[in-house]
């Protein structure tokens, strides 16, 4: 019955459970996955403190926050006290007790308190000081329930450092620059998390910052988009293709999927900028890389990049051998020769790309109709070499 708690409505009721739940350990150890929505508390109509509640909260303070703490107590205090209910400071409460949980998501629009909790979990600050907290994490989703809205990359940070989270998914995500991000200044030996998933990453350069932390992850996908109220993409806030390139290398023995795309918007801003765009470089050192998604422009240079085209290797060279899913999106069909002749010399190459069975082609072209018979001489390579081929 209490596998799952949701915190879509809260009221006096709600509070009450949190309190029972505090006083019932074993309750509390049943709780696997819960639910956190909040909005600002001036959003909130008042709530009636009665005299339990009162002795509930001074005892649940003392717990959490030690006297050199005495600042931030009393912003807590206030909070729950406040004219207006506060669900993010009594979620925060309620969240402190729920150390058997295995899946989390968020979706709230502002934080001001919980990110307390998180941070000192990942300190190992009272009151997690005497155990490991959220020893069977697994799983943390961040999903903004309002329209334009995001949740802040650091609010998350503090989950790699849990000894149990496997995958980080979130929509909505707003990066942080480099000399805003947030260092905790742990030491660990390696990271947990194996899995992270991006929909929609606001001034998105490619989440350096989380990559940074982990030691062996397996998959990436991060679609960077731009925010709804953003007009233009800042330059030290866009996505490098490069800087993301070196960020990924530690993970050449373990990195198994790799998805990097642009939302609609940010990819038309792009257009309108006449911006062109730095292939990632080479993925040959990635030995377990199966599946790649990736843009044209992203995977070989084009002819309106008039940089120097010395380094340049062929797709043959730069694709690991343990390739088995390739996905080309944003194809520009005024570039599309020099990629089917590239592909095409992949596919002959069979012998070397054993594994390899699907080839797809995401194209931005509203002329359906005339790309039927621009690959259909690849269409019979793929299929004489066992290879599908899809256009799209």
């Not at 879509?8 to 739940?21: A, V």
């Not at 350096?208 to 993409?233: P, R």
């Not at 001489?377 to 256009?391: D, F, M, P, R, V």
Request: charged share 25%.
């Amino acid at each position: 019955m209490y596998s799952y708690i949701s915190s879509d409505t809260f009221s006096k009721k709600f509070i009450h459970f949190i309190m029972r739940i505090w006083r019932q350990p074993k309750l509390a150890r049943q709780v696997h996955r819960l639910d956190l929505c909040w909005t600002q508390c001036d959003q909130n109509d008042p709530v009636e403190m009665d005299n339990e509640m009162g002795s509930f909260i001074e005892g649940a303070l003392d717990e959490i926050f030690p006297e050199e703490e005495r600042e931030q107590r009393e912003l807590w205090k206030e909070h729950l006290y406040g004219e207006g209910l506060c669900a993010e400071a009594w979620l925060g409460l309620l969240l402190v007790r729920l150390n058997n949980l295995q899946i989390i998501e968020f979706g709230h629009e502002h934080s001001d308190l919980i990110s307390d909790i998180l941070l000192k979990a990942a300190k190992r600050q009272q009151p997690f000081h005497r155990g490991v907290p959220f020893p069977h994490l697994e799983e943390v989703r961040a999903c903004v329930n309002w329209g334009a809205s995001w949740i802040d990359s650091d609010f998350l940070t503090p989950f790699f450092y849990f000894p149990a989270v496997r995958r980080i998914y979130g929509t909505a995500i707003g990066e942080k620059k480099d000399d805003d991000s947030l260092d905790l200044n742990i030491h660990q030996s390696s990271c947990p998390v194996r899995d992270i998933t991006v929909e929609e990453g606001y001034w998105c350069r490619g989440m350096l910052d989380w990559l940074a932390l982990c030691t062996g992850l397996e998959q990436i996908s991060i679609c960077v988009e731009i925010q709804a109220d953003e007009y233009e993409i800042d330059d030290e806030e866009a996505f490098n293709a490069a800087d993301f390139h070196a960020a990924i290398l530690p993970f050449v023995t373990t990195l198994k999927a790799l998805r990097i795309c642009y939302g609609d918007v940010y990819r038309d801003r792009l257009g309108e900028m006449e911006a062109v765009e730095t292939p990632f470089g080479s993925f040959k050192a990635f030995t377990v890389l199966e599946q790649l998604t990736v843009r044209h422009d992203h995977l070989m240079r084009l002819p309106c990049d008039h940089n120097n085209h010395s380094d340049v290797e062929s797709l043959s060279e730069s694709l690991p051998h343990s390739l088995v899913s390739l996905e080309v999106i944003d194809v520009m069909i005024d570039h599309h020769l020099p990629l089917r002749s590239e592909l095409s010399k992949l596919v002959r190459q069979r012998r070397d790309f054993v594994h390899l069975q699907q080839i797809t082609l995401c194209i931005q072209s509203e002329d359906e109709e005339g790309l039927n018979g621009m690959f259909d001489s690849l269409k019979l390579e793929c299929q004489a070499a066992g290879i599908t081929l899809k256009i799209a």
